[in-house]
């Protein structure tokens, strides 16, 4: 669990934000999100698999716009 002690002469506002920001490079809340139902190992592999599908399209409609404007 991120914890931040105050700093001399630092507001409660920045505080706040640099606890906040430690939230979220610790990654709890996202692991909350996630397990907030049981989802299985296969599940979790068939999800993965359209993460990745879905991530080369996009590289490869990335690239060939930019082959376009080259031109």
Same mark, same amino acid.
């Given at each position: 669990?991120?914890?931040? +002690? *105050?700093?001399?002469?630092?507001?409660? %506002?920045?505080?706040?934000?640099?606890? !906040? #920001?430690?939230?979220?490079?610790? @990654?709890?809340?996202?692991?909350?999100?996630? +397990? *907030?139902?049981?989802?299985?190992?296969? %599940?979790?592999?068939?999800?993965?698999? !359209? #993460?990745?599908?879905?991530?080369? @399209?996009?590289?490869?409609?990335?690239?060939?716009?930019?082959?376009?404007?080259?031109?």
């Amino acid at each position: 669990m991120p914890a931040v +002690k *105050r700093r001399s002469g630092e507001s409660p %506002e920045q505080l706040i934000r640099r606890f !906040k #920001k430690e939230v979220m490079k610790s @990654k709890v809340l996202s692991d909350v999100r996630r +397990k *907030r139902w049981f989802i299985s190992k296969s %599940e979790l592999r068939r999800i993965e698999k !359209k #993460k990745a599908i879905r991530r080369a @399209k996009r590289r490869t409609r990335h690239h060939q716009t930019n082959r376009r404007r080259r031109r």
